[in-house]
């Protein structure tokens, strides 16, 4: 290049030459070199900073899972086969007020290997308590965990040798009522010291569906937002980029300026998200995840993990913000002049994910139909559902903007006021809508994870009365003891106490089953019949035609429960000749479900079973509760059933039918609750940042209308209508994206019944128009200090 | 200084009457007007007064306190000390409230650029005083419109502002200021960022209208032959006023 042509070369190129270390420097000086650049930086850095702990919590759950599983398994008995055991253990866990105590009950000689953290094994009635647990039961006010939890304090457990700080945990000697003996047969697990481990299960399908639903709720909005603050300034920043092109600057130059400005604030965003994740870490000690606490140094991800979110997070922020900080059209307009034909609204790629979108969830709904996709698989169980929430979310917030934009379009409002909104919206129409789209993906989301936490919440909400399930171990002529002493507790409506005790052993035939039941619970399931101590009653089969009840004698062989039932051979019955026949409603929308201990063919009441199975010496009763939706009914009725001793202990506090996802939900809806308002903070803080943006764009032409006279109070206004309108489109759009998801999510995961809590919406949609309200009201504020007389000399 | 005015634009024989009747009351008035910004003084003792029917024309170098006297004149801003009476009333007594409805009701206002609200269409835009004023949409649209026909600018009445050309805004701001019918037009600057052809044009409208209705304009400007469309010109300098140009 010869001296003439090196002069010629455009100033901005040849001042910072080809080396791409001067070329980054450049960049960085001009990036810095602009004050505003701050405030752009420090929103985007903030946005980032919530997203990143958002990512790395979420990859901090499997190896925290992982964590915690060895954690656990220093803690478990080694299992042993009958006969080799040097201790038999047997772990429980009950209610006490709203905390759950769990522990191990543990039979052995007092040479036995001591548990973790236990100097010695301990014998009946003798207790190694947590710390916390030991403070409760020494404690004058807690009776009743003494009640639950007899026996005496002989060692605290240290804390490193309980999962978590905080849980309420314990070793106690059993009773006796649940030893090995003849008369009661063998009920505790066989060991032969500690350290067993167990292997991480991981997490249900259901619970990773709701992670997944539960990250795009939060990436979605935080990816709008990051979006949206990099627009901030973006008036200023285009007429920048005009000039650097006029001096010669190349597109990858200017794209450059975007990308350190982006890449900085990512770098600084994981810094803070990375920081706050180690500060909430703090608080984990006291966290209790469904009764069992957590260990801080447990909780995080990996370090290779760790390290991609960062690298990720910096690199997809610098890549972002190089596209979004420079258009091709900003060269062709130098120092930013308006541009008389405005950006053409890109409809192409958002029809298409509609159409996607629509063409995906048809497939998969069709796939689930024909059975010829095998949804209980884990991977499609998990996958279908995310899928589906993520395109049906996504879509959401791509054909928002055009909602609006086309309601906008046919909106003829009469007031002035309306019509600068209108105009405001038809102007800014992606800014003021980006942030609005967050709102409606938590809204739909919360509406669509509905299925998921189904039944329970309705049974659990709409009706008066909660069922529970548990079970007693005890004899057959126990049955009615254990009825009078769990109907001492006031609240409980009714009482089913059963167990199989045998069932055909002819593989060529189905069944009969036979069951041992009270009476409560056949009338339970039939309010017409009579039964009376020492009737059998018969089932009908729902299909007798395809499914025939196989004609008597039968070969009944008792169910191995390892440990429950009495070994024996096959016994020949035939049903007496007075059995009577039982009609069972199975009716699927009644509130009391029969209980799963029906489904056998015969029940037989305790003085039947004992008549007819005279060898039959114990089992293990399955006990479901029906009682008051009160506060507190559960320790009731653990506390009526605390004379009958440990073999009382095994109450769930599942209520209705025993899903997984159950004993998370408290969690879900706290996590959906916070991450609502979480993003509609976001969302107000972008709507804040978007309005301040258009006013201080506007404040001369605002400032010179106040000047000729035009009230404060209509340009407040027209802000109100502005931020409303799109909320109110959007949130219509939003309340049928959830509910289309219910529905699909509800097919998909084979749920009925899924029951929206409309209310719960109407607050969401309620709060987000506070919120819009809120930052007019400080949209004024600022409206009148940007548009006082000095404003007028503005350009 | 040579008048540039041609005999076409000329105070008619009424207004003339009405700028030369020595015995009629002041349209508005500043008195010894005092204003700093923090210590900057931009108002030391300014004097102006505005007849009906009148155009006075104040010119000045840069800095020198003109668009300050006008926004004080207009009940903008108020001095720190003198008086301004519109029609007998003194505006600095006035509550902001009500002189914002003064501005409203009586005042009309031109500046040299991005007056026009960018959400609202140009006819929208016209028709904000009237709406303002209580007006029906329709009405108000129907009046704006020919307002816009007058100045030649009705092509423009669906557009935004930013989508038409510097001199076109200007006119679209020139009809807006004249549809309420207000008693003063002040104008800053109004042709400052439009070529001789459009600044001529601007003019000769705005000359057309307060001749044809009998408002009064305070013309800020530093261009001697837009100035030469007033009947008297005041120089300001270093936040005084001093008479120049008589319409005698």
């Not at chain 1, 092109?245 to 300026?257: K, Q």
Request: glycine share 10%.
């Amino acid at each position: 290049m010869t001296a003439t042509d090196q002069l010629a070369a455009p100033t901005a190129d040849r001042s910072t030459g080809s080396h791409p270390g001067r070329a980054l420097g450049w960049a960085f000086t001009m990036t810095f070199a602009d004050r505003a650049v701050w405030r752009r930086l420090l929103t985007m850095a903030v946005g980032i900073g919530i997203c990143s702990l958002a990512l790395l919590a979420l990859v901090s759950i499997p190896p925290t899972l992982d964590r915690m599983a060895v954690t656990t398994a220093a803690l478990l008995p080694i299992n042993a086969d009958p006969g080799t055991e040097t201790f038999s253990y047997h772990y429980v866990s009950f209610a006490a007020g709203d905390e759950t105590i769990t522990g191990a009950l543990l039979s052995g000689p007092p040479q036995a290997p001591p548990p973790p953290g236990a100097p010695r094994f301990p014998q009946r009635g003798e207790i190694y308590a947590s710390p916390r647990l030991a403070a409760l039961l020494a404690s004058p006010e807690d009776a009743d965990v003494r009640t639950l939890l007899p026996g005496r304090v002989i060692g605290v457990l240290p804390a490193d040798r309980i999962r978590g700080a905080d849980d309420l945990f314990f070793y106690r000697g059993a009773d006796g009522s649940l030893a090995p003996n003849p008369a009661t047969g063998v009920s505790m697990s066989p060991a032969s010291g500690w350290g067993g481990g167990a292997s991480n299960q991981g997490l249900d399908p259901e619970l990773w569906i709701l992670l997944a639903t539960g990250s795009v709720l939060l990436l979605v909005p935080l990816l709008l937002f990051v979006g949206l603050a990099s627009r901030l300034g973006s008036a200023r920043r285009e007429r920048r980029n005009g000039m650097l092109a006029l001096l010669g600057a190349g597109r990858g130059r200017i794209r450059l300026l975007g990308a350190v400005e982006s890449g900085a604030a990512g770098l600084l965003g994981v810094m803070l998200g990375s920081g706050a994740l180690l500060v909430l870490r703090q608080f984990i000690d006291h966290v209790r995840f469904s009764g069992v606490g957590l260990r801080s140094e447990d909780v995080g991800p990996t370090a290779a993990s760790g390290w991609w979110v960062s690298i990720g997070i910096v690199t997809i922020a610098a890549v972002t913000g190089s596209f979004v900080g420079y258009r091709p059209a900003d060269a062709s307009r130098p120092q930013g002049s308006t541009p008389l034909r405005r950006r053409p609204f890109r409809w192409w790629w958002r029809v298409l994910l509609l159409v996607v979108s629509a063409a995906t969830v048809w497939w998969m709904l069709e796939q689930s139909r024909s059975d010829r996709w095998d949804l209980q698989s884990e991977a499609a169980r998990v996958l279908a559902p995310c899928i589906t929430a993520l395109l049906v979310m996504l879509t959401l917030v791509a054909v928002s903007t055009p909602l609006v934009l086309m309601f906008c379009r046919l909106w003829r409002p009469a007031s002035s006021a309306g019509q600068l909104a209108r105009g405001r919206i038809l102007m800014d129409g992606t800014l003021t809508t980006r942030s609005v789209a967050a709102l409606a993906t938590v809204l739909a989301g919360s509406i669509a994870l509905f299925p998921l936490l189904g039944d329970s919440s309705a049974d659990g909400v709409n009706s008066p009365m909660i069922e529970t399930f548990g079970q007693v171990r005890g004899s057959v002529g126990e049955i009615p003891a254990i009825e009078s002493a769990a109907r001492q507790s006031d609240g409980l409506l009714n009482i089913e106490i059963g167990s199989s005790i045998g069932e055909d052993s002819n593989p060529d035939r189905h069944g009969p089953g036979l069951t041992v039941i009270n009476c409560s619970a056949v009338e339970q399931a039939d309010p017409t019949a009579d039964c009376q101590d020492g009737d059998i009653f018969q089932v009908p089969r729902a299909d007798p035609v395809n499914d025939p009840l196989p004609e008597p004698p039968y070969r009944i062989m008792q169910p191995d429960y390892g440990s429950a039932t009495a070994q024996g051979s096959a016994e020949s019955w035939s049903p007496p000749t007075d059995t009577k026949v039982l009609t069972v409603a199975r009716d699927p929308n009644r509130k009391v479900r029969p209980s799963q201990l029906l489904a056998d063919d015969y029940l037989l009441t305790p003085e039947a079973a004992a008549r007819e199975f005279p060898k039959l010496v114990t089992t293990r009763f399955y006990l479901t509760v029906y009682m008051h939706l009160r506060p507190g009914m559960m320790p009731r009725v653990q506390l009526a059933l605390a004379p009958l001793g440990d073999r009382a202990f095994d109450l769930f506090s599942y209520t209705s039918e025993t899903q997984s996802v159950t004993p998370f939900r408290p969690w879900i809806i706290g996590a959906l609750i916070a991450v609502g308002t979480l993003v509609l903070l976001i969302s107000a803080l972008a709507q804040t940042l978007t309005t301040l943006e258009q006013i201080r764009e506007r404040r001369r032409p605002y400032a010179l209308g106040r000047a000729a006279g035009l009230p404060l109070s209509l340009l407040s206004l027209s802000i109100g209508l502005s931020l409303v309108v799109p909320i109110l489109v959007t949130m219509v759009a939003a309340v049928g994206a959830g509910l289309l998801l219910n529905l699909v999510l509800g097919e998909l995961l084979q749920i009925g019944n899924a029951a929206i809590d409309w209310p719960l919406v109407g607050v969401g949609v309620g709060a987000a128009l506070l919120a819009a309200i809120l930052v007019a009201l400080g949209a004024t504020w600022s409206l009148q200090r940007s548009t006082r007389p000095a404003a007028m000399r503005t350009e | 200084m040579t008048s540039t005015r041609s005999a076409g634009d000329q105070p008619s024989e009424g207004r003339q009457a009405a700028v030369t009747n020595e015995g009629s009351s002041p349209l508005l008035s500043g008195r010894d007007l005092v204003l700093d910004f923090g210590a900057t003084p931009a108002l030391r003792g300014a004097d102006l007064v505005v007849m009906p029917g009148e155009i006075v024309a104040v010119m000045g170098a840069s800095g020198s306190g003109k668009s300050t006297l006008l926004h004080v004149l207009a009940g903008i801003i108020p001095p720190d000390s003198g008086t301004v009476t519109y029609r007998g009333t003194d505006v600095t007594m006035m509550h902001e409230r009500e002189r914002s409805a003064l501005r409203r009701n009586a005042f009309g206002f031109i500046f040299q650029f991005g007056q026009l609200l960018p959400e609202l269409t140009c006819v929208q835009n016209v028709a904000l005083p009237l709406r303002l004023g209580g007006i029906g949409r329709k009405a108000a649209e129907r009046v704006a419109l020919e307002e816009l026909a007058r100045l030649d600018v009705v092509d423009t009445a669906d557009v935004v502002p930013g989508r038409v050309s510097g001199g076109q805004a200007q006119r679209v701001a020139v009809a807006r200021a004249l549809i309420a019918r207000p008693s003063i037009i002040f104008a800053d600057e109004p042709t400052g960022a439009l070529d001789s052809l459009q600044t001529e044009k601007v003019m000769d409208l705005l000359a057309k209208a307060v001749r044809d209705t009998q408002f009064a304009m305070v013309l800020v400007t530093h261009e001697p032959r837009v100035a030469a469309y007033s009947d008297r010109e005041i120089l300001m300098r270093d936040g005084r006023t001093s008479e120049t140009r008589d319409p005698a």
